[in-house]
């Protein structure tokens, strides 16, 4: 007799509903902390991100992704315009440890950078440290080129600060 496994439900939707926000926000401060000791100075730098894009983005060159499993939040990912025209930064990557190992990051990105290119944009760049190495994974996939990389001491850990971009047009949708 076999046993089947129930399909779990994957659903990459526009993060617009109420506590979407609230929800990337408290995730990076509880998930870097017990990953990473990271202190609550992530946590509010990623609130600075969030709210910054809450208040001031613009629908047709920004948007914020939710991953969700089963209909519970398992992940998430923001693009938004960076500082110079054509080009843009991909935000808050993250996926919950439950949902790792199923594609969600690879999805993620690849919903941002599809939008991206239908917004125009050129490039598009991230900063994130050398710790997250199944981030950077992602990040290579889609054919992302380590800029810059210097340490630096935040967040309560000394770490290395990383500088990403991919060109747009040489990449391929992967």
């Known amino acids: 007799m076999s046993m ?14 109420p506590g979407d926000l609230g ?10 902390d017990r990953q990473f000791g990271f202190s609550t100075a992530f946590e509010a ?25 089963d209909g519970e939040r398992a992940g998430c990912v923001f693009l938004v ?23 969600l990051g690879t999805r993620l990105v690849r919903q941002s950078l599809d939008f991206a290119r239908q917004a125009g944009y050129r490039q598009v ?3 994130t440290t050398d710790n ?18 210097e340490p630096h001491h935040d967040f309560g850990r000394d770490l290395v600060g990383q500088h990403w971009t ?6 391929a949708a992967a």
Do not use: C, N
């Not at 089947?4 to 509903?17: C, F, G, H, K, T």
């Not at 929800?23 to 870097?32: A, Q, T």
């Open 125 to 127: 760049t991230l900063w």
């Open 81 to 103: 315009a960076g500082d110079r025209p054509g080009v843009a930064k991909l935000r808050v990557l993250l996926v919950t440890p439950a949902a790792r190992g199923l594609g």
């Open 23 to 32: 929800w990337v926000v408290m995730s990076h401060g509880e998930l870097y």
């Open 45 to 69: 730098l990623v609130a600075k991100i969030v709210g910054d894009y809450a208040m001031e983005h613009s629908p047709v060159t920004e948007a914020a992704w939710i991953a969700e499993i």
């Open 132 to 149: 997250l190495v199944s981030a950077r994974r992602i990040y290579e996939h889609f054919g992302f080129v380590l800029t810059d990389e």
């Open 4 to 17: 089947e496994v129930p399909q779990r439900q994957v659903l990459i939707r526009r993060a617009d509903r």
């Open 166 to 171: 991919l060109e747009l047009a040489a990449s």
